[in-house]
Structures are given as C-alpha cells and as structure tokens.
C-alpha cells in the first residue's frame, strides 16, 4: 500500500529541523523503509538505509556514488529528506497517476516563468548556452564541459525512460489514445537513439566529459555537432508533446 510523504528541509541552525529530520529518517530505518534525502541542487536524491554512531552518521546509497550499487556513510547534512507518513487509504488506478504524469509533462514543456528555464524554454536557452561557448575564454569552456555533459546525458536517458513509460500505461487507455501515446513513445525513442546519439556516437562522445577527452581539446567541431544534434531533435519533442495532449483529448 502507498504512503503518503513529508519532505523536512534542514538548516544547520535549526535545531528542531535537524531533530526531525533525524527522528524520521531512524524511524523509517527503524521500520525497514528508507528515506529519500538530497545532498545539494546539483545532484539527484540518494536514500537512507540505515545509522550509525547514535544517528551521527547515516548509512546511504546515491546514484553517483558507485552507480548506487554500494552504501557509504554520510557524516555532512543533507538539504533536506522526505519521510513516509501514514499509508493512503486507496490505491490510486495506474489510468489516474498515467493521466497526472501526462498533465504535468505537458505543463512542464510550456511553462513560462521569469524564475528559471523549463521546458522548451529550456532547451532553447541550452543551445543559445553552448553556442556562447564559442565566444568564452578557454577556462570558460574547460569549467563547462561537466555541466554540458551531464545535461546532455539526462537529455538521452529520459527521453529512454519516456519512451518505455508510454508504452508500459498505453494498454489503460483506448485504442485512439493509446495510439498517439505509442507515436509519442517512438519520437522518444528516435531522439534518445537516433539523433541526440547513435550507434556510433553516444553521449559521452557527443558531450565529452574532461577526463574522457584524455588531454585533448574540447574541439569547436564537437560543439556544432552538439547543436545540429539539439536542434534536429527539438521540433520532435513539439511533436511528442502534442501526441501527448491528443491522448489526453481523446482519453
């Protein structure tokens, strides 16, 4: 059964957010249940399996550490964790959390804010980003690389993972609807394995990282590859997005 969650943000001089903070992570450990935390605004969430030490030190796992395959301990304090609550009293049908997912994905894409970029904004403001780059100071472009890399390479996965996820909820929706999520579906997958890379160029190719250029220069070439490749995959995320909203129109 679902539980619901609560999420503690912790500042170090707050007393009574760090004591919640601890007491609902031991608790959720207590129980057998981890606890979702986050280390900062630049990586993903990680998770709480366990402490040590009185509760002075936390047992976790993080997908940037060892692929999350191996638990480490953290000693420094997380921006804040998420706990479970009390269960939910139904479960909710895999067509209502499909169509909140399709909602939200359609409202991310269009988003305008003055706060930040999402969305198409996004992507556009990325490719107007690296093209910049051809102007900015070698340091500039060294200091880039990482960021660069690793937006690209959350490009490519998620659109992977859409690609599957619209294929696996298709079959709770009619025939017209799920038809244009599995169009949706197949853009998805032509950006992740045919435009954003290939067969013979993956991501790490396309966006190096610095250490996997191995003292060679992040050439001009390799960026202009970057934006053909962003720029002929950008009308096929319109594309998706509007299957998407067809689906929901005829669902």
């Excluded at 409202?107 to 403001?125: C, N, S």
């Excluded at 200091?143 to 859409?162: F, K, P």
Aim: aromatic residues 8%.
């Amino acid at each position: 059964m679902p539980h619901r969650s609560e999420v503690i943000l912790l500042r170090v001089d707050d007393r009574a957010s760090v004591a919640a903070a601890a007491s609902g992570c031991h608790g959720e450990c207590g129980r057998a249940h981890p606890t979702r935390y986050v280390r900062s605004s630049r990586e993903e969430d990680g998770l709480v399996i366990g402490y040590q030490k009185g509760g002075q030190e936390w047992i976790c796992l993080h997908p940037m550490r060892d692929g999350g395959r191996k638990s480490f301990v953290e000693t420094k304090l997380p921006w804040g964790v998420g706990v479970f609550t009390a269960p939910k009293k139904q479960r909710p049908d895999r067509k209502t959390l499909a169509l909140a997912a399709l909602r939200q994905a359609v409202e991310m894409a269009e988003a305008k804010t003055d706060k930040y970029f999402v969305g198409f904004d996004a992507w556009e403001q990325y490719m107007k980003k690296v093209q910049s780059l051809e102007q900015a100071d070698e340091k500039t472009r060294q200091d880039s690389m990482t960021g660069n890399g690793w937006i690209y390479e959350c490009l490519v996965q998620h659109r992977e993972m859409a690609a599957g996820y619209l294929r696996s909820v298709a079959g709770e929706f009619n025939p017209g609807a799920a038809g244009h999520l599995r169009q949706a579906a197949d853009l998805y997958q032509k950006m992740a394995d045919r435009i954003l890379t290939d067969k013979e160029c993956r991501t790490f190719t396309v966006t190096p990282y610095p250490w996997t250029l191995k003292g060679q220069p992040w050439a001009p070439q390799m960026r202009q590859e970057q934006l053909r490749r962003l720029k002929e995959a950008l009308p096929l995320e319109h594309q998706a997005i509007d299957q998407i909203k067809q689906a929901m129109a005829t669902k």
